[in-house]
């Protein structure tokens, strides 16, 4: 969860070349994808050995997906809106990435990520005068809503009256809280402060991220990108998937990816140049973590990196800048509470963001 | 969605011997799997040509959860009680299977699935008098609430009083039907008639389905098996998977994944000989369906399989057998109504189960 990949792990420099080197597809026993596309992309890349950029692999690899312009245009309108009204804008990216296997996708690789992190740091941005855009996988966790998600509707509903009139009435056991819940969710919808906007796959992922870049950018270090979802760092291109389901019938599946071409790069330097970017790193294992993080600002020249590990995230993370490491971690009784590391999370970055406004200035 | 790719794609013959040569790896550019249980295996494999039974190969690969022998007993008192009050007990499986392909998962393979097939066609179940056991993946579309999933639930609620105190109230435009829905669920569950069994992984899944076949056996023709979840066919050993979050600095990913055992084969011969099973056979590609689902009522040589196909599956299935073939088809007007096609398939399925028993009596 809570795991930018697309900007956490850097590729370093020759990442672009050994991906043109080698060209991701798919065989199921006897089958096995090397059509004439494979080899005339294989064949271009020998014929011309300079890599392309990670956006020029965006514009020739990934499909535009048809919502993205509408999107973009909705993210601009927000922006504007809120920027002239003097407020900052934060987009927050959330969940998992969809990576298809077959045209018509029956199979797919996906990131482990319920989108906790996203939707509750969501509601603590909007508690600390942000506006949000929040660019989340279709079904995964949204802000305030994010508080019952493990209840069932039905369970927490009592009926009033006999047979088919009579008010259906909440109850309030079943859903802590729901009435400041409710209050706090109206007051934000009807300000206008939340613009949800949804993705499934990657590829969807990758165009309305830039889509989101270009539409803040008229706002400049006003906005903050808080890339916390758990994007996949390889994929399959379309030209390379068969367009059916693989059949098991065939054998064993061998996969070849390649490797998602890292956004943070043209994020940083050319879409948003003036944005406050933070980018996620989780790693499983901790003993890798910091030098990770470090590595990716290092490559990306962002703002900071939120550092943290699977097992420990709800607890602990690491906030990283090119000359500080801030821990935040919650104590026994901070837990008890029903303290969110998120809050904290949001405080340091928000903090951070006033003085990156202020040095701009 | 809907596809017991278990139950449906016949392996063939020789399809144990062709997994116990190849053994999934995982490899990241310079890093690559084959260590020395990967040679043990393989060279085990060699030296013992036999191939291992899929129930073998249960044992074997797939670690038994926690909390499978609980289920099991849960289970086994189920249909006790409802074989013994005369009911017929359907096993639902559905939604997808998680294959992860990290120990410490980050990373894994899913199948599209949200589960509504099962859901739906388990309400179709309880109102024609059976108990339902719903083995779904966690989170997937669930029984009567799956009417509601589309909709926010902070959205339908209105506040009514100041302050803290009052009550909170459904909007019933919102949540169309809810009354009627919300009788019938509070009905089925005070009378204890759904039994729902959760799972994520495959493995949870694979293990929860033999516990399952074992807790019904004692019914013996009363269970139906409804095979309607998405079984992925492909799956990496726990003992040929890497540790940690794959490292996407090492280069673009090739995975090697395993055939998963077709539970079918001993589910129908050896955990549940008297039971009426349905698989389910879903493809893309409509012309290949009913020959795939020929090969597997052959293969099995269970009672029927639900073949359907992606594009159409919610208004065209045909229910083959070993003698007769069915199209079910929903016109635009009983789409138009809210017909679901699921109505029909539990229609003509309880009958032919109640032929079934007949016979067997």
């Known amino acids: 969860m809570w795991n930018a990949n697309l900007s956490c792990i850097p590729c370093g420099s020759d990442c672009g070349t050994n991906v043109a ?53 909705r993210m601009a309108e927000f922006a504007e809106r809120h920027g002239s009204a003097g407020r900052r804008v934060v987009l927050i990216t959330s969940g998992g990435t969809k990576v298809p296997l077959e ?53 927490t509903l009592q009926m009033e009256g006999e047979g088919s009139s009579g008010q259906v009435v909440v109850d309030q056991v079943a859903l802590p809280n729901i009435r400041a819940v409710l209050k706090r969710y109206r007051a934000v919808k009807e300000a206008g402060l939340l613009l949800p906007v949804e993705f499934s796959t990657l590829s969807e992922y990758l165009h309305l991220l830039k889509a989101a870049a270009q539409a803040l950018s008229s706002i400049g270090p006003k906005a903050m990108f808080y890339l916390a979802a758990a994007v996949s760092d390889f994929y399959i291109p379309a030209s390379e998937m068969p367009e059916h389901k693989i059949q ?87 837990s008890h509470k029903g303290v969110e590391i998120e809050e904290r999370i949001v405080g340091n970055l928000s903090a951070a963001h006033s003085n990156f406004i202020a040095q701009q200035g």
Not at 127 to 155: E, K, M
Not at 256 to 261: D, G, N, R, Y
Not at 281 to 295: F, G, N, Q, S
């Open 21 to 73: 080197e080698v060209f991701g597809f798919v065989s199921s026993g006897r089958f096995q994808i090397e059509g004439p596309k494979y080899r005339q992309n294989h064949m271009a890349s020998v014929e011309n050995p300079a890599s392309p950029t990670a956006e020029g692999r965006l514009a020739q690899e990934f499909a535009v997906p048809s919502h993205v312009e509408a999107e973009r245009v």
């Open 103 to 155: 045209s018509r996708t029956v199979r797919f690789l996906d990131n482990f990520s319920s989108g906790r992190r996203g939707a509750s740091s969501a509601e603590y941005f909007l508690d600390s005068g942000y506006a949000v855009i929040f660019l989340h996988r279709h079904r995964s966790l949204y802000p305030y809503t994010r508080l019952y998600s493990g209840v069932n509707l039905l369970d």
């Open 248 to 334: 098991s019938s065939n054998g064993p599946l061998q996969i070849s990816m390649k490797m998602v071409p890292k956004m943070l790069s043209p994020l940083v330097k050319d879409w948003a140049p003036q944005a406050f970017v933070i980018s996620f790193k989780l790693e499983t294992d901790a003993t890798i973590l910091l030098e990770r993080a470090r590595r990716a600002l290092d490559t990306y020249r962002h703002q900071a990196v939120v550092a943290n590990v699977l097992d420990t995230r709800r607890g602990y993370v690491v906030v990283v800048t090119s000359d500080t490491q801030a821990e935040l971690a919650l104590t026994e009784e901070d």
